[in-house]
C-alpha cells in the first residue's frame, strides 16, 4: 500500500422496481474524512446489473491508481462473482455463460488498476452507508425520462453481448 495514501470504503447498492424494470445505483466513496457520492438510473435494466454498476462508478472515481479499496455491498451476485472465483471462471470461458458480460468487462479493466477486497452486508438491516446507498439507488431510478440502458437486451442474458 501507498503509505501516503488512505485506504478507500466503497458502499455501494442498486435497485429496480420490478425486474427488470427502472433501476438505479448509489454509491457513497469514503477516504479518511472525504466522503463523495454517486447515482445514476435507467428507464428499463436490473437489480444486478445496478448493484454491479454501482462498484464499477465507485471504482471509476477514484483519482490514482493502486489504491487500497474496500468494497461493501449487500450483493451476493457482486460479492461471490469476486470472492468465490465466479468471475476468474467467466472470464477464462470468454463469458458464455455470464450475466452482464460487458459491465463485467468494464469492471475488469478498472479493477485490475487497484487492491480491491469484497465484504457483503445484509441489505435492510440498518446499516447507515448501506441505507444511504439504497436510498441513492432507488431515488435515482425514479426520476423522470431516464435513459436507457444501452447494455440492457431484457433476453434473459440481461445484456446486448
Not at 445505483?25 to 435507467?42: A, R, T
Not at 478498472?110 to 452486508?121: A, L, N, P, R
Request: glycine share 12%; proline share 4%.
Amino acid at each position: 500500500m501507498d503509505e501516503s495514501r488512505p485506504p478507500i470504503t466503497l458502499y455501494t447498492d442498486g435497485a429496480s422496481s420490478g425486474n427488470p424494470g427502472p433501476g438505479g445505483y448509489g454509491v457513497v466513496l469514503k477516504c479518511g474524512d472525504y466522503e463523495k457520492e454517486f447515482s445514476g438510473g435507467f428507464a428499463l435494466t436490473t437489480n444486478n446489473r445496478m448493484e454491479l454498476l454501482a462498484v464499477i462508478v465507485g471504482l471509476e472515481a477514484i483519482k490514482w491508481e493502486n489504491a487500497t479499496v474496500n468494497v461493501v455491498s449487500d450483493s451476493t451476485y457482486v460479492v461471490k462473482a469476486i470472492n468465490e472465483g465466479w468471475l476468474e471462471k467467466w472470464r477464462r470461458n470468454g463469458f458464455r455463460k455470464a450475466k452482464n458480460p460487458d459491465l463485467w468487462i468494464r469492471f475488469l479493466g478498472i479493477y485490475s488498476k487497484h487492491k480491491v477486497s469484497f465484504t457483503w452486508v445484509k441489505g435492510h438491516a440498518g446499516h447507515p452507508y448501506n441505507e444511504r446507498c439504497d436510498s441513492l439507488a432507488t431515488a435515482a431510478g425514479r426520476q423522470e425520462n431516464l435513459p436507457a440502458d444501452s447494455g440492457f437486451a431484457g433476453n434473459g442474458q440481461d445484456t446486448l453481448i
